[in-house]
Nanobody, 120 residues
Framework: QVQLVESGGGLVQAGGSLRLSCVAS????????MGWYRQAPGKQRELVAT???????NYADSVKGRFTVSRDNAKNTLYLQMNSLKPEDTAVYYC??????????????WGQGTQVTVSS
């Protein structure tokens, strides 16, 4: 009923930038918190940044000052602007959202992920 689709990943050199997008679709009444997580090979999934529906933002220490999370509530879209990328940022990036579904109430939903690879 609710789907998150990420885009914008790719291969970039260290020091470069990428912008990720995540679009929510389906039977959506509203969206509460949204966030970006990432998982590198052999590692656990970790929080990158979250943003509430009142624009309260939280960043992982490792990305503070380099990444910026934002959202467009009218478009049900979450963004992640990533600057000054480092090889250690290489991971699959996942979008997550607490979606208030028209039919089922609050549903925590994950996207399928988008690969970000930073070469040194």
């Amino acid at each position: 009923q609710v789907q998150l689709v990420e885009s914008g990943g790719g291969l970039v050199q260290a020091g470069g930038s990428l912008r990720l997008s995540c679009v929510a679709s389906g039977s959506i009444f509203s969206i509460n918190a949204m966030g970006w997580y990432r998982q590198a090979p052999g590692k656990q999934r970790e929080l990158v940044a979250t943003i509430t529906n009142t624009s309260r933002i939280n960043y992982a220490d490792s990305v503070k000052g380099r990444f910026t999370v934002s959202r467009d509530n009218a478009k049900n879209t979450l963004y992640l602007q990533m600057n000054s990328l480092k090889p250690e940022d290489t991971a699959v990036y996942y979008c997550n959202a607490d979606v208030v579904s028209v039919y089922t109430g609050v549903v925590n939903t994950w996207g399928q992920g988008t690969q970000v690879t930073v070469s040194s």
